[in-house]
């Protein structure tokens, strides 16, 4: 994507401050998922990176992650797989906690939904400190997955969430 198309994007997300809480910068990608051309060049600088790459699965991670994956996933002819907060999957799961910059959390993912040596692609909304997707590679893993790589749409740099991700192959599409 050029640089062009990319300040496009940027521009068509909306931010609001002191969301969900004072001091927060929330961004509001439901702005740029109502523009149908630039949903379109959202998932496709999802993707492009692993085009090649073979993936076989998608995963989300909830909640606006079940937006991106599942369209990345059709794009790139993979399954789709969601990775859920606690008990909202109605078979046996695996899970995994993280740290939240206020606490704690867990993440949830069906127990046969990846077969050993599969290749998976994590796709999210936005990296903020990387706990969740941390995670969600790490019970990919658990599972035997192969994580080819994780694609967000927004990246805040400040946040440093790339850094708790070094092993992997970590790509976004927009970085504030």
């Known amino acids: 994507m050029d640089a062009s198309s990319a300040e496009d994007l940027k521009r068509s997300i909306r931010e609001i401050p002191d969301w969900p809480r004072k001091g927060i910068l929330f961004y ?3 702005t740029l998922l109502k523009q149908g ?3 379109q060049q959202a998932i496709d600088a999802l993707m492009e990176p692993y085009k090649q790459s073979r993936v076989e699965l998608v995963l989300g ?5 079940f937006i991106f994956a599942p369209t990345v996933a059709y794009a790139l002819e993979a399954g789709f797989v969601p990775v859920r907060k606690p008990g909202k999957l109605p078979a046996a799961t695996f899970d995994e906690s993280y740290e939240l910059e206020y606490g704690t959390d867990r993440l949830e993912i069906h127990r ?5 040596g ?6 999210d909304d936005l990296i903020a400190t990387g706990g969740t997707a941390r995670a969600t590679a790490a019970l990919a893993e658990k599972m035997g997955a ?3 790589g994780l694609s967000f749409a927004v990246e805040l740099t400040a946040l440093k969430g790339r850094e708790k991700l070094g092993k992997y192959n970590v ?3 927009l970085k504030y």
């Open 28 to 30: 509001d990608v439901t």
């Open 171 to 173: 790509h976004s599409v």
């Open 112 to 116: 046969d939904a990846i077969r050993p």
């Open 61 to 65: 991670i909830e909640a606006r992650g």
């Open 146 to 148: 192969e994580v080819v």
């Open 37 to 39: 051309s630039y949903f």
């Open 118 to 123: 599969q290749r998976v692609l994590i796709v």
